[in-house]
């Protein structure tokens, strides 16, 4: 799609912030009104118009396409998105060891038992740690007070958790994520463990580097989303 607009702007109403092309406020893909929390989110979404050469891509859009899925789908009705992150907990990377006679079960254990524990403390849960790949379902008072947790954020943090617990195979590292004082540099080298694991063993593949770096990228956007959301 050619460029269509020249100037982009950023103007608060009544019920937030609008980025605006030309003017006339921009509306979702799916149709309703773009309005956006706070003035920072609004002028980083503006920033990804300006950046726009002759040919709109996209594939640039990546704050744009997290602010319309919050205002489009968790917005209108949360809770398939409680219920999919609820999922993760079942099955968190955190929870899942190798073998105990097996060196990446070491590895493991020095690195995910400290955030794991953290998690449990600071969210009220006891979560089942499993070696193999068997599953083994978790409690139902934890996955109750998770889906409590869940149910208090808004729909732009829901939006992000999503992004982030999908990308890590982990609720307990999105959720960290969450936090104000989060490591997120060093909670996605623990989300990547295992994958860094087998590549350090068996060594390292162009596409594989490439794929691991865009999901780092959109990692740390979600996090950024999430940051400047409010």
Avoid at 61 to 79: E, G, T
Avoid at 124 to 134: E, F, K
Avoid at 149 to 169: D, H, V, W
Avoid at 216 to 229: N, Q
């Amino acid at each position: 799609m050619k460029r269509f607009y020249k100037d982009v702007t950023v103007a608060r109403t009544d019920l937030g912030w609008t980025v605006q092309l030309d003017g006339r406020p921009i509306k979702t893909q799916g149709g309703k009104p773009q309005v956006l929390p706070t003035e920072t989110l609004a002028e980083m979404l503006a920033a990804e118009w300006r950046s726009q050469g002759e040919t709109i891509d996209p594939s640039t859009f990546r704050f744009r396409d997290m602010a319309d899925y919050a205002l489009d789908v968790v917005a209108s009705d949360p809770q398939p998105v409680v219920e999919k992150l609820l999922g993760y907990a079942e099955t968190d990377t955190l929870c899942y060891r190798a073998d105990p006679e097996e060196p990446l079960y070491r590895r493991q254990q020095e690195v995910w038992e400290p955030l794991l524990m953290d998690f449990e403390a600071r969210e009220g849960v006891t979560l089942h740690r499993v070696s193999g790949v068997l599953h083994r379902p978790q409690a139902e008072a934890s996955l109750a007070r998770l889906r409590e947790r869940l149910a208090s954020l808004g729909a732009f943090e829901l939006a992000a958790l999503e992004q982030l617990t999908s990308l890590a195979a982990s609720l307990c590292i999105g959720l960290g994520a969450l936090e104000k004082d989060a490591d997120t540099e060093g909670l996605w080298a623990v989300a990547n463990l295992e994958e860094e694991w087998q590549a350090d063993l068996w060594g390292r593949e162009e596409e594989a580097e490439e794929r691991r770096a865009k999901r780092k990228r959109d990692f740390l956007a979600a996090v950024e989303f999430a940051r400047v959301s409010g």
